[in-house]
């Protein structure tokens, strides 16, 4: 591809390689991560994912080694660090090998050949019948970069892309797409473009981070079992190869990268109602009666394109609300904070602040011509913030006050891709890039992600509290700003199994807070199938019934006396079990890995739970296997190595085997790991009901320890040391030894210590 190398030069951490015909660049950022840098479209990085230099004092070697005697081909360029080797040859041909020696990532040698390819005559027979073509050819990007695939390769991350855990043998394309079909396992983009997988080999496991923002593309060998590509349209072919011993070192390796999860607030924990449809102040006060009468916890109710006047941000309707700020403040009084929903798109109209500002101050995309750029949203016409340009971020945060002073608690940001419903934006629409003009094609699938950057910062000036902010788009590191959902999934048993693959790999993908509409966002449920929904959404740390305008109404008294009775129970499980998933949140903040995990996450040499799609681990100790089939009264669950407990009835099961269990509609089977010591909350009707509640340890047999973490569930006064940390650690024989390792906030009134008997 690039011809012979020629001579390569060292410059602290980088290692520029002039080859025949390009110059490539190798920057040693960690023991285990090196970036890869070909600048095709600019002399410098210019990521929107990583803040700062990453780069920590590594001692590495360059050798350059000559061909064995007796051996063909030429010699190669050996870059060693303290975990991992990289040899250079050639052509620009890089292979990765661990610290044993291992060889983990290899460039492919051989020539593309597609599996199977149909000659122009049969692909024309088969688009008159009126058939889609959806071919696994090969196809050349202008960026691109094919490497070996093993026979026993697992692939895992990529965001929220539909389908199965395991990625292998499916194709995608990251480009943000607002898609109102049901979505199905062929799509290949979705709301967000998160362009970063792991590879878990049969001995071995390493991590790619392909940080180009233009649209991109990846075959995990759909085109030929024998090797994986990704490229894009356009930008620099600019990766990380990311190592370590396992797969959690991976996604260590990828938000030390790309940054995580700060601490949430701890409400934000809680159950959330919403629907596209409450229009009204009464609607609205007879929805939080109706929670409260039908004993179901909540902590925010959340507010749909139809508060607003005319779909305009930053106004509220005062012909169906009154009265917003004495609303939101008796739904304060009642434990209840309000979420508002906040569309990128401003309605063009004259004497409309928000437009006539943004004009004014040069602030809205524009045409290559320089006229303002519109398109049209749920306003009408409307035109786009250039969220890439400072000031606008800053303008932008500027106006939650609107907010911050009705006492609004979060931000919703949706229809961010950005949406649009007169056609897309062309991709020559100009868009800033922090201090350079770019375009649409470039700014696409960032725009989520820098509104949510000016949200969050905004939010946080205004506050001082930890900022809550939704967002259907993002980028990688938009983790660091945001929770996310799935977008609009449809009332479907088909989502309902997507859904658990679908947070699985967002949280390998560096984004924990994410949850899916339970129940749905379009079509109709049934009863089961919310029953079942809550079941699973119960452990998403995002957990919110939403569903759209049109569709029958979900709030969970509408499916008689039995589901209702289902529903709270699950909901009063996720209350009891909030310092567990506070902890979790905190796990997070501090290593990356995420709340809700694959089972392959932590027994990766297990080949039963490399496609386990409808399993998954709430942290290391519950294990939960919800039921995902419509009339199914039972299902086979398999339990890694080790001893479990069946969470409700206590029975005792060794691990490394298949077991068929009872799972009435009324049960979701759940399983905790021997040794655990679960965390939990008494029963409060929102989060902060009781304002220093006693903490709950269920200690399961076996010995194990566990850190549990407490502050204010509020602001920042975390990161000045006004917390506590505490050791718990099972001895066995009704021994639970407390000890504090640290300490800056109120203690607890009572630690009770409740020891689970196994049966």
């Given amino acids: 591809m690039f011809g012979k190398l020629l001579n390569h030069t060292q410059k602290g951490q980088v290692v520029t390689l002039h080859y025949e015909k390009q110059t490539v660049y190798l920057h040693v950022l960690t023991d285990r991560i090196i970036n890869v840098f070909v600048p095709f479209y600019t002399k410098e990085h210019r990521s929107k994912a990583i803040d700062g230099s990453k780069e920590q004092e590594v001692s590495f070697t360059l050798q350059e080694m000559t061909p064995s005697e007796g051996t063909s081909g030429s010699g190669y360029i050996m870059l060693t660090t303290p975990s991992l080797s990289c040899r250079i040859h050639d052509d620009f041909k890089l292979d990765f090998y661990g610290k044993d020696g291992t060889l983990l990532c290899a460039d492919y040698r051989g020539s593309r050949s597609p ?258 750029y519109v398109n049209a949203v749920w306003p009408g016409d409307a035109v786009y913030p250039d969220f890439g340009n400072p000031a606008v971020r800053k303008w932008w945060g500027e106006h939650l006050r609107f907010y911050t002073e009705l006492g609004v608690a979060g931000v919703w940001n949706d229809m961010n891709e950005p949406a649009s419903f007169n056609g897309p934006l062309p991709d020559d629409v100009v868009f800033t890039d922090e201090d350079r003009p770019s375009s649409h094609a470039e700014i696409h699938n960032v725009y989520g992600h820098n509104m949510a950057k000016a949200t969050y910062e905004g939010w946080k000036n205004l506050t001082g509290k930890r900022p809550f902010v939704i967002t259907r788009a993002c980028y990688s590191g938009s983790q660091k700003y945001a929770t996310a959902w799935t977008g609009d999934n449809q009332s479907l048993w088909t989502h309902l199994r997507m859904a658990i693959p679908q947070q699985c790999n967002l949280g390998l993908s560096g984004m924990p807070f994410i949850g899916t509409d339970i129940g749905g966002f379009g079509a109709d449920t049934t009863p089961e199938l919310m029953a079942r929904w809550v079941q699973v959404g119960c452990f998403s740390p995002l957990f919110r019934n939403h569903c759209a305008k049109g569709c029958m109404n979900q709030e969970p008294w509408l499916f008689g006396e039995e589901v209702l009775s289902i529903y709270r129970r699950y909901v009063e499980l996720r209350y009891s079990l909030l310092p567990y998933f506070y902890d979790l949140c905190r796990v997070c903040e501090q290593t990356g890995l995420p709340v809700i995990r694959p089972l392959v996450l932590h027994y990766e040499d297990d080949t039963n739970v490399r496609n386990m799609n409808d399993e998954f681990l709430v942290g290391e100790s519950l294990l939960v296997a919800p039921v995902v089939e419509q009339g199914a009264t039972k299902r086979l669950v398999y339990l890694p190595k080790g001893i479990w407990y069946d969470y409700w009835t206590h029975r005792e099961y060794q691990g490394g085997q298949y077991y068929i269990v009872d799972a009435p509609l009324d049960v979701c089977p759940i399983f905790v790991k021997a040794g655990a010591i679960i965390p939990k909350a008494p029963a409060q009707m929102y989060t902060d009901e009781i304002s220093n509640p006693e903490l709950i340890l269920d200690v399961w047999p076996g010995d194990g320890s566990y850190v549990h973490y407490q502050d204010n569930g509020e602001d920042f006064a975390y990161r000045d040391g006004a917390y506590n940390e505490y050791l718990f650690e099972n001895k066995g024989s009704n021994n639970l030894d407390i000890r504090k390792l640290h300490e800056g906030y109120t203690d607890y009134p009572e630690i009770k210590v409740n020891y689970i008997p196994g049966i």
């Fill in 115 to 372: 599996r199977f390819i149909l000659s122009e005559s049969a692909l024309e027979l088969i688009r008159q019948e009126g058939h889609d073509v959806n071919m696994a050819g090969s196809t050349d990007y202008p960026v691109q970069c094919v490497k070996v695939l093993d026979k026993e390769d697992c692939i895992y991350g990529l965001g929220d892309k539909t389908g199965v855990l395991n990625k292998r043998h499916y194709e995608y394309e990251n480009w943000n797409s607002d898609i109102p079909d049901p979505h199905e396992d062929s799509f290949k983009s979705l709301y967000k473009s998160i362009p970063f997988f792991i590879t878990l080999k049969q001995k071995g496991v390493y991590g790619i981070f392909y940080d180009n923002t233009f649209k991109s593309y990846f075959n995990f060998g759909k085109e030929n079992d024998g090797y994986y590509s990704f490229g894009s349209d356009s930008g620099n072919l600019d990766y990380y190869f990311i190592g370590g011993n396992t797969m959690p070192d991976i996604v260590a390796g990828y938000t030390y990268l790309t940054g995580r999860m700060p601490l949430p607030q701890k409400w934000t924990l809680g159950y959330h109602q919403s629907r596209w449809g409450y229009d009204s102040e009464e609607t609205f006060r007879d929805i939080a009666g109706k929670l409260k009468s039908s004993r179901i916890p909540c902590d925010a109710i959340h507010f749909d394109i139809d508060y607003m006047e005319r779909y305009k941000v930053f106004t509220w309707d005062t012909t169906r609300f009154a009265d917003a700020k004495t609303l939101l403040s008796d739904f304060k009084k009642q434990g209840i904070k309000a979420v508002t929903i906040i569309d990128p798109g401003v309605k063009v109209e004259k004497d409309y602040p928000m437009y006539e500002e943004g004009i004014a101050a040069d602030y809205y995309a524009k045409t290559p011509d320089g006229e303002t």
